[in-house]
């Protein structure tokens, strides 16, 4: 029997996760926060998946943290500040070499995540899936995309991408995962502050050319300088194919503004400008737009970490 894909976090990447592994047949249990959570989740009947404009519902089973089944695969869906605790409740229940899967946004979490389960194997992985959840446990897929998932440490690729194939998830074992990362990170630096800042979708950017020019070049020479010239290669370049690719989108950073939610700018910016103060890099836009970004969020009554 297939081992059990455990889900820790019912938002968008994690319900499309836990939807597509369920309807291949696939075992999945989904891990809610509290009580209150598990007793809604149970109300729902189930997670519902949006796509092509059809509804499905699938009955995925949940339970809380405190379950007593033990946990050998984890997904770990939710957001990167709410990372480390949430797998730190759950770390009594990982079996001897589970195996857990982060789809954390940005860098820092990945490694805040890997300190607390050292009896674990911790694979990042990079993803570029659309979806949004137009409603409590009901997620849309908006943008087929792709995931990359490695293990700087151990570059060996895991039996269980096989459960990924027959759930229709596109995917690829990549022994540069860090590259990738880093890569995402810059992309997202470059796009994400500058349409909150703005107030524009991906597309009014195209105005701002010369403010994106500015931070891809000094997004670049930190790419360089913290060992990663693969992630720096042509990104400017990237950055306004994917302005123009995503035109019409709203960015997830400005989607958390607009809700009302906390971004995770201390993984994206944040982290980008502390690795620029450890390399004793002078990057005047990128601290420049990250203190713009932080008042910005301090405006509108919302954590600025």
Same mark, same amino acid.
């Given at each position: 029997?297939?081992?059990?894909?455990?889900?820790?976090?019912?938002?968008?990447?994690? !319900?499309?996760?836990?939807?597509?592994?369920?309807?291949?047949? @696939?075992?999945?249990?989904?891990?809610?926060? *509290? !009580?209150?959570?598990?007793? $809604?989740?149970?109300?729902?009947?189930?997670?519902?998946?949006?796509?092509?404009?059809?509804? =499905?519902?699938?009955?995925?089973?949940?339970?809380?943290?405190?379950?007593?089944?033990?946990?050998?695969?984890?997904?770990?869906?939710?957001?990167? #500040? *709410?990372?480390?605790? $949430?797998?730190?409740?759950?770390?009594?229940?990982?079996?001897?070499? $589970?195996?857990?899967?982060?789809?954390?946004?940005?860098?820092?979490?990945? *490694?805040?995540?890997? $300190?607390?389960?050292?009896?674990?194997?911790?694979?990042?992985?990079?993803? %570029?899936?659309?979806?949004?959840?137009?409603? *409590?446990?009901?997620?849309?897929?908006?943008?087929?995309?792709? !995931?990359?998932?490695?293990?700087?440490?151990?570059? +060996?690729?895991?039996?269980?991408?096989?459960?990924? /194939?027959?759930?229709?998830?596109?995917?690829?074992? /990549? %022994?540069?995962?860090?590259?990738?990362?880093?890569?995402?990170?810059? &992309?997202?630096?470059?796009?994400?502050? &500058?349409?909150?800042?703005?107030?524009?979708?991906?597309?009014?950017? &195209?105005?701002?050319?010369?403010?994106?020019? !500015?931070?891809?070049?000094?997004? %670049?020479?930190?790419?360089?300088?913290?060992?990663?010239?693969?992630?720096?290669?042509? @990104?400017?370049?990237?950055?306004?194919? +994917?302005?123009?690719?995503?035109?019409?989108?709203?960015?997830?950073?400005?989607?958390?503004? /607009?809700?009302?939610?906390?971004?995770?700018?201390? #993984?994206?910016?944040?982290?980008?400008?502390?690795?620029?103060?450890?390399? =004793?890099?002078?990057?005047?836009?990128?601290?420049?737009?990250?203190?713009?970004?932080?008042?910005?969020?301090?405006? @509108?009554? @919302?954590?600025?970490?």
């Amino acid at each position: 029997m297939s081992t059990t894909w455990h889900v820790l976090g019912a938002g968008s990447l994690g !319900t499309l996760w836990a939807t597509r592994l369920a309807r291949a047949g @696939l075992p999945v249990r989904l891990i809610l926060r *509290d !009580t209150a959570r598990l007793q $809604a989740y149970e109300m729902a009947g189930g997670l519902t998946l949006v796509e092509h404009g059809e509804a =499905q519902l699938y009955p995925v089973p949940a339970e809380t943290p405190d379950g007593i089944e033990p946990i050998n695969r984890l997904l770990v869906a939710c957001k990167a #500040y *709410d990372a480390e605790k $949430a797998v730190e409740q759950l770390a009594p229940r990982l079996s001897p070499g $589970a195996e857990l899967i982060l789809l954390q946004n940005g860098l820092g979490s990945q *490694d805040a995540v890997a $300190a607390q389960v050292p009896q674990a194997r911790c694979i990042y992985a990079s993803s %570029t899936e659309g979806a949004f959840r137009d409603s *409590d446990w009901r997620v849309v897929f908006a943008g087929h995309g792709f !995931t990359w998932l490695g293990d700087a440490g151990h570059p +060996v690729a895991p039996i269980w991408l096989d459960d990924l /194939s027959a759930a229709g998830i596109p995917h690829e074992w /990549s %022994t540069e995962i860090l590259t990738r990362l880093w890569r995402k990170l810059a &992309l997202n630096c470059a796009i994400n502050p &500058l349409t909150v800042l703005h107030d524009c979708r991906n597309g009014g950017l &195209l105005e701002h050319h010369c403010e994106v020019a !500015t931070l891809c070049g000094e997004l %670049t020479e930190l790419l360089e300088r913290c060992g990663q010239p693969a992630a720096a290669e042509n @990104l400017q370049q990237e950055v306004e194919r +994917v302005i123009l690719a995503t035109a019409a989108n709203y960015s997830s950073m400005y989607q958390d503004v /607009s809700n009302r939610r906390r971004t995770e700018i201390s #993984y994206l910016l944040g982290y980008a400008c502390k690795a620029s103060d450890r390399h =004793q890099l002078n990057l005047p836009h990128l601290n420049q737009l990250q203190q713009r970004l932080i008042a910005r969020l301090l405006s @509108l009554g @919302l954590p600025s970490d």
